[in-house]
């Protein structure tokens, strides 16, 4: 699901490129793990440094033709691999270096305007939504789910202030007609209470439906878990977010890591953590003011990262405590799962 994309002009761009290189200092050699190819960006610039390898991982199949193509070019520096990020623990990593893992949760332009996937409220046709090795897609989501369920999707997962009235309103519709993406955006366009004329009225709840439907809350907690424990010490883990949801979840995640919990003076001492991460900066770093004027789609983009102190392949963190609710929605799809 890498951010990364192509203007109008054709020109492929990686989001937060050369802040990505500076903070993972390829120059040094050493493996990196891409963990959403798309493509093929940051995996490119990683390769044009000696002494390096890349393993690109891509849920989605279609960008196996990426991977051919940069395989090819370094047949002994490259491996593809559809695998969703969070089974990073089912690679073979016993003797590699890994230096640095990288996350870039966006999509891409050719995944949005792919009328087959159907991300884009823009699409024409059936639901779909599916970004590879899925379950379900939106189309079962849509004509099966109860309304207080669909509610909560879209409640919780896009901040969606007019939920009820929209899952009311598709319960009502789908006993009457199909609903295919144009349907569904009427759907959405006659349930809105407020216009918003410099925001897409289905903006939110295209976005819920994507993560609901590639399970992205417990894909990106997984991820992140995995990454950590197989880093090697220096090791760099960097994400690029795009939206206050995922950003809320690394920046939870970075936080418990990298420092001790406060305790208050008036409880009895216990022994804290050994703190196996460094979190060089608080703040994300942000794109520049000459990317945003060359592709105002990174305007959203946060890069958050992580420095392993030491080799260690055990990690606490409550992290799945903390978003147990946002998983307990996910779990909704198990209905769906169950009925395919």
Same mark, same amino acid.
């Given at each position: ?46 390769? !044009? ?53 990288? $996350? ?8 949005? %305007? ?21 379950? $379900? ?39 009457? !007609? ?50 950590? %424990? ?38 009895? %001492? ?9 979190? &060089?900066?608080?703040? &994300?770093?942000? &794109? ?53």
């Amino acid at each position: 699901m890498e951010a990364t994309i192509v203007l109008d002009n054709v020109k492929h761009y990686s989001v937060l490129l050369k802040e990505i290189i500076s903070v993972i200092s390829p120059q040094h050699g050493g493996t990196f793990i891409d963990c959403t190819l798309g493509q093929g960006g940051h995996t490119k610039e990683i390769l !044009k440094y000696q002494n390096t390898k890349v393993i690109g991982l891509d849920r989605d199949i279609k960008c196996e033709v990426i991977g051919k193509e940069i395989e090819e070019k370094f047949p002994n520096r490259f491996v593809f691999k559809n695998l969703k990020f969070s089974k990073l623990n089912n690679l073979k990593l016993k003797n590699e270096n890994i230096k640095g893992i990288i $996350f870039d949760l966006g999509y891409s332009f050719t995944q949005i %305007k792919d009328p087959k996937k159907g991300l884009s409220f823009n699409s024409k046709g059936e639901l779909n939504m599916m970004m590879g090795l899925n379950d $379900f897609s939106a189309k079962e989501v849509i004509n099966n789910l109860e309304a207080k369920e669909i509610e909560k999707i879209l409640k919780y997962f896009a901040d969606e202030k007019d939920a009820k009235t929209i899952a009311k309103n598709i319960i009502k519709e789908r006993h009457l !007609k199909k609903i295919d993406t144009q349907e569904l955006v009427k759907i959405i366009e006659n349930s809105k209470r407020k216009k918003n004329y410099r925001v897409h009225s289905s903006t939110k709840t295209f976005q819920a439906l994507r993560i609901f439907i590639n399970k992205e809350i417990s894909e990106l907690i997984n991820g992140l878990i995995n990454s950590v %424990k197989i880093l090697k010490k220096d090791g760099v883990l960097a994400v690029i977010t795009f939206h206050s949801l995922e950003d809320k979840i690394v920046k939870y995640f970075f936080k418990n890591l990298s420092e001790n919990k406060s305790i208050s003076r008036y409880q009895p %001492k216990v022994n804290q953590k050994e703190i196996l991460f460094k979190m &060089p900066l608080k703040k &994300p770093i942000v &794109p520049s003011n000459r990317e945003l004027k060359e592709n105002p789609s990174s305007r959203s983009a946060k890069l958050r990262y992580l420095v392993k102190n030491e080799d260690s392949y055990e990690i606490d963190s409550d992290i799945f405590d903390k978003f147990s609710h946002l998983i307990e929605i996910e779990n909704l799809g198990l209905k769906l799962w169950k009925n395919s």
